[in-house]
């Protein structure tokens, strides 16, 4: 069965760094874009970065371009989320997922399985 699992998560200080990883299993599709999203209490989900399954293409939201790095393993089936200059603000569980349409966007509803997530925190 189809599963994305995150890892990578943690307590940072600001102006740190965390790799997020995302190991994806259980399907063979031709092509996908595997997305992070993010999370804080009480606040709607918003969409971080997506990348297509070949790693030819990339996506990035506003607050973090410049800071953070989508990528693909060579095997394809990891994606990494390499998060720099960390802020307070970034402060979520962070969610891969994946989109079969692949349309490379950022909203939550192109995207049809998700992992579990994972927990960053980034001190004040």
């Known amino acids: 069965q189809l599963q994305l699992v995150e890892s990578g998560g943690g307590l940072v200080q600001p102006g740190g760094s965390l790799r997020l990883s995302c190991a994806a299993s259980?399907?063979?599709?031709?092509?996908?874009?595997i997305g992070w999203f993010r999370q804080a209490p009480g606040k709607e989900r918003e969409g971080v970065s997506c990348i297509s399954s070949s790693g030819g293409r990339t996506n990035y939201a506003d607050s973090v371009k410049g800071r953070f790095t989508i990528s693909r393993a060579n095997a394809k089936s990891t994606t990494y989320l390499q998060m720099n200059g960390l802020k307070p603000e970034d402060t979520g569980v962070y969610y891969c997922?994946?989109?079969?349409?692949?349309?490379?966007?950022?909203?939550?509803?192109?995207?049809?399985?998700w992992g579990q997530g994972t927990q960053v925190t980034v001190s004040s």
């Open positions: 997922a994946l989109s079969i349409v692949a349309g490379m966007g950022l909203s939550l509803y192109e995207y049809d399985y």
């Open positions: 259980g399907f063979t599709l031709d092509y996908y874009a």
